[in-house]
């Protein structure tokens, strides 16, 4: 967001933002050649980094700078757009004095962006003191568990000497690993399925389903073997409505339980999971916020899917994020 301030706010545009998003869908992403550790996706991160500010291209004559550029009003003394609320974030920056004025430099950089990347957000304004300033956005895909966000945030403001300060922001979100142990393991042969809420007005009248077909509940074991792990930081999630779909998986009549998922399929979609009565940290549905997963279906409609039936959730239009 914006640093407070401003006297006007950053213009954004929806389409371009939810570019971001799309365009892993156009460009092809790389694939991690080893399983990935919380260690190795902050290495990669800050690698991604340096790689988007090493792939800054400017005009002829542009002068890295060690320090805020001289006559800049401060607006460059803070990246153009925060990076996202999350531990997560990698924030690497540069500052840059470059000849001429601001608007030919943003157009020679548009002209010219970061390899693989596409514009993603524009914005300009004015401070409280009367500077003002330009910023640009370009963003590459997502590396599948590895990196949920790789943005480079170009800022730029018209110095008192006539040339343009600038100041490069690559931010890099890395994503936590879900643990090799939480796992479900082979062997589940009865499934049953209920859906419950704690808000009277949502609650389901579908009875609880019992399932012994195999190939039914290895599919559902495969679906939440899949899930991604969730991710530390503030996110933005749709109303919760208060229901539950809870899976529990026994290897037999009569036993424990092997694994329990309780899957929520309104608000943030997360998904909590026991192993053998032993709570396992939380997971992410491919629609939890920052889960770097974004298929065309729920988890829930996969879940109908797999099982040939349809989960009643008591949602408005019995919708699913």
Wanted: aromatic content about 4%; charged content about 15%.
């Amino acid at each position: 967001m914006p640093r407070a301030g401003r006297a006007a706010a950053m213009v954004l545009s929806a389409g371009l933002l939810s570019a971001a998003g799309d365009v892993a869908a156009s460009i092809a992403r790389p694939t991690p050649a080893v399983p990935a550790t919380a260690e190795s996706n902050e290495a990669a991160a800050r690698a991604d980094a340096a790689s988007l500010l090493a792939s800054l291209s400017l005009p002829s004559g542009a002068v890295p700078s060690s320090t805020e550029p001289a006559g800049d009003g401060a607006v460059l003394s803070h990246p153009g757009s925060g990076p996202p609320v999350t531990p997560n974030a990698i924030d690497q920056s540069v500052w840059w004095v470059v000849p001429g004025t601001p608007s030919p430099v943003l157009s020679y950089i548009d002209a010219h962006p970061p390899a693989g990347s596409v514009r993603v957000l524009t914005g300009s304004g004015t401070t409280s003191t009367g500077t003002s300033y330009r910023i640009a956005g370009y963003a590459r895909p997502a590396v599948t568990g590895v990196l949920s966000e790789r943005w480079l945030i170009v800022e730029v403001t018209q110095l008192q000497d006539g040339s343009t300060g600038l100041r490069a922001d690559a931010q890099v979100v890395w994503l936590v690993p879900r643990p090799a142990s939480e796992h479900i393991a082979a062997g589940a042969r009865r499934l049953r399925v209920s859906v419950t809420s704690s808000l009277a007005p949502n609650r389901s009248r579908q009875r609880p389903i019992r399932v012994t077909n195999r190939k039914k509940i290895r599919a559902v074991v495969a679906l939440l073997n899949s899930l991604p792990a969730a991710q530390p930081g503030v996110h933005s999630c749709p109303a919760d409505f208060g229901t539950t779909v809870r899976l529990v998986l026994y290897p037999r009549r009569g036993r424990a339980p092997l694994a329990i998922a309780l899957v929520n399929p309104s608000g943030c979609a997360d998904v909590r999971l026991s192993l053998g009565g032993r709570p396992q940290p939380l997971l992410a549905s491919a629609a939890f916020p920052g889960s770097g997963r974004a298929p065309s279906r729920s988890l829930i409609q996969q879940i109908d899917q797999a099982l040939g039936v349809t989960l009643d959730t008591g949602l408005p239009n019995r919708s699913h994020p």
